[in-house]
């Protein structure tokens, strides 16, 4: 008999359930009227927004994956060279790291790049991401002056800086090492590029904290580069 009325207890909720999801349901206390608009649920738009806005996460993660990289990278490679990573590591461990951080560097930025194309709010297509100043995205004038998508631009430039350092790299640090540390001292190029492309065009660098924190970074590296330059002037 019990399990009876369970189970006649369990449909009738499942049916109250049923008929408040299929019909409009108005409660009324105290003046107080609730009624259930027909449409999409909150989860149904959220999935909808992410599944049409994906190509901007990817965009926006990668290119936040970039600059973090590009900041430890810049710190590991002028640490190696006044010797202050290896108070820290071992100096092939302190090798690898850099290695490692400009693989995860090379690859992000790939990823930041590609991502646009598939981006339905930002329009950019393959040209405009690989010819600097094609792009009309955000124009610059400063000073009365017409400047293109300078700040595009930079992004662009910084792809092929960073392209070329990590080619020689590969192929010159044995071979043609005056070469090589020649066209490595571009990554200093790269990092005010990059530090310019963020700060003007990065959706969580616009204002607050975070673009504070990114200046503050920035003047950082600015302080280790003269602390290098300092000691390439002396020794």
């Given at each position: 008999?019990?399990?009876?009325?369970?189970?006649?207890?369990?449909?009738?909720?499942?049916?109250?359930?049923?008929?408040?999801?299929?019909?409009?349901?108005?409660?009324?206390?105290?003046?107080?009227?609730?009624?259930?608009?027909?449409?999409?649920?909150?989860?149904?738009?959220?999935?909808?927004?992410?599944?049409?806005?994906?190509?901007?996460?990817?965009?926006?993660?990668?290119?936040i994956v970039a600059a973090v990289s590009l900041f430890l990278l810049m710190l590991s490679g002028i640490g190696s060279v006044t010797g202050h990573m290896f108070k820290f590591m071992e100096p092939l461990t302190a090798w690898a790291s850099h290695k490692a951080l400009g693989t995860v560097f090379g690859i992000s930025v790939l990823i930041h790049m590609i991502g646009l194309l598939f981006d339905h709010f930002v329009p950019f297509n393959i040209l405009d991401i690989l010819v600097p100043w094609l792009s009309n995205y955000k124009p610059v004038t400063i000073w009365g002056m017409q400047?293109?998508?300078?700040?595009?631009?930079?992004?662009?430039?910084?792809?092929?800086?960073?392209?070329?350092?990590?080619?020689?790299?590969?192929?010159?640090?044995?071979?043609?090492?005056?070469?090589?540390?020649?066209?490595h001292l571009l990554s200093y190029a790269v990092m005010l590029f990059v530090f310019v492309h963020a700060l003007y065009l990065g959706t969580d660098l616009a204002g607050?904290?975070?673009?504070?924190?990114?200046?503050?970074?920035?003047?950082?590296?600015?302080?280790?580069?003269?602390?290098?330059?300092?000691r390439a002037k002396t020794t």
């Open positions: 008999m019990r399990k009876w009325i369970w189970i006649t207890g369990i449909l009738a909720v499942v049916s109250s359930f049923a008929l408040l999801l299929n019909h409009p349901v108005m409660a009324q206390a105290n003046n107080i009227v609730v009624q259930t608009i027909p449409g999409p649920t909150v989860g149904q738009q959220l999935l909808t927004r992410a599944s049409n806005s994906w190509p901007w996460y990817i965009v926006r993660g990668a290119g400047l293109g998508s300078l700040w595009v631009a930079l992004g662009v430039l910084s792809f092929y800086a960073v392209a070329l350092i990590v080619i020689t790299s590969l192929v010159w640090i044995e071979k043609k090492p005056y070469m090589w540390k020649l066209i607050g904290f975070l673009r504070w924190l990114w200046i503050a970074l920035g003047i950082g590296i600015a302080y280790t580069v003269v602390i290098r330059l300092w």
